[in-house]
């Protein structure tokens, strides 16, 4: 759990800032593909640093924030197939390729977050207090 939010963390921390180079963003497309702008890197960066924190706290913490990311980037990416052309939220720079890579971010933090290790982590807890 605490590695897939680092995982996060880690990844978004790349992109918003590897997004800010000007040698990695032709006509405003980082690596060419993703249409970013200065606010679009800083909501990673912001989201990427919660991430980390995260992951590097508790496994409750770890978990939260998966889901909370995970909700955040699905509704993001769900707007994002939505709104093609025009800015996101009415501020952010964004286009489909956007939207896909947000789909991808949301689904696997909502499965770190809500799925995986969730009862398993509660079951040997119990296990552990009970062998005491």
Request: glycine share 12%; aromatic share 12%; hydrophobic share 60%.
């Amino acid at each position: 759990m605490r590695y897939a939010a680092l995982v996060v963390g880690i990844v978004l921390l790349l992109i918003g800032s590897l997004a800010a180079f000007p040698s990695l963003t032709p006509d405003g497309r980082f690596l060419g593909i993703f249409l970013v702008d200065p606010l679009h890197n800083l909501l990673h960066l912001l989201t990427g640093f919660v991430a980390l924190i995260a992951g590097a706290g508790s496994r409750f913490g770890a978990r939260m924030s998966l889901r909370v990311l995970g909700i955040f980037f699905f509704i993001l990416a769900v707007i994002g197939f939505y709104t093609q052309g025009a800015l996101l939220l009415g501020v952010i720079a964004h286009n489909r390729a956007d939207a896909w890579l947000h789909l991808g971010i949301g689904l696997f933090s909502l499965f770190f977050g809500f799925v995986w290790g969730g009862s398993r982590v509660r079951d040997l807890s119990l296990e552990k207090r009970r062998a005491v």
